[in-house]
């Protein structure tokens, strides 16, 4: 499969637990995303990967939140001190740069803190 | 930052009627609109996307229009089939730096 994965595709965990999600991109795209999406809603952005530089992280984004690119290909997403409120559905995509935005989805993370 | 409304929030056709979903954007710099389907527990997926320096794009039954000076796009699905029934979401961007997503149509083919 050449698509975005996720892993863990579900994660349950109890309040005040962290908890880390990766993603593996599309091998040749450089640019990665993180989205949250809730019931109903259409996907937040939380942050953006340009190879390894975080070029954009969300005012609305807790400190409790932190995501990596290290190597330039797949990304991790951590939540320390999960709360209730984290549960959610944890989307990746990647994309090209340069005029070539076309994003593609991974299957998501389901996280529900107990 | 940019502001992304979408209407209507649900919408129910006859199979083989046009459906339409309009999106409204705030940011004049945002030069890069997409429209993903999800279905149920999926994950999104493009279905068209459209430029600022194109008014109009068309693949099969999908078109969607683009209104830079009112900072407007609609997508339009013709002829209706069971199978498009989903959420449908818009998104604007500045060249992929950041993308804002409408809350999405729940749209009911009804065969």
């Known amino acids: 499969d050449t698509g975005v994965s996720q892993d863990p595709r579900h994660k349950i965990t109890k309040r005040g637990q962290n908890v880390t999600f990766r993603c593996d991109p599309i091998s040749e795209h450089n640019r990665l995303y993180w989205y949250r999406q809730t019931l109903g809603q259409g996907p937040e952005f939380l942050t953006y990967?340009?190879?390894?530089?975080?070029?954009?992280k969300s005012r609305l984004l807790s400190d409790r939140f932190s995501a990596e690119r290290p190597k330039g290909s797949f990304s991790t997403l951590e939540i320390q001190r999960t709360e209730q409120g984290d549960s959610a559905m944890y989307l990746c995509a990647s994309s090209l740069s340069g005029g070539r935005e076309t994003q593609y989805f991974g299957p998501g993370t389901r996280l529900l803190v107990l | 930052g940019e502001n992304v409304e979408q209407h209507p929030s649900t919408l129910s056709v006859q199979e083989g009627d046009s459906a339409v979903i309009k999106c409204t954007y705030s940011d004049s710099a945002s030069n890069y609109f997409p429209w993903y389907k999800q279905e149920l527990g999926k994950r999104p997926q493009l279905i068209i996307d459209i430029r600022s320096n194109v008014g109009e794009k068309k693949d099969q039954r999908i078109a969607v229009t683009l209104n830079k000076t009112a900072k407007h796009f609609s997508l339009h699905i013709t002829e209706t089939q069971p199978e498009d029934s989903a959420v449908y979401f818009c998104?604007?961007?500045?060249?992929?730096?950041?993308?804002?997503f409408g809350t999405g149509t729940s749209l009911t083919v009804i065969p």
């Open positions: 990967f340009q190879n390894e530089a975080q070029l954009e």
């Open positions: 998104a604007a961007s500045t060249n992929g730096n950041q993308f804002y």
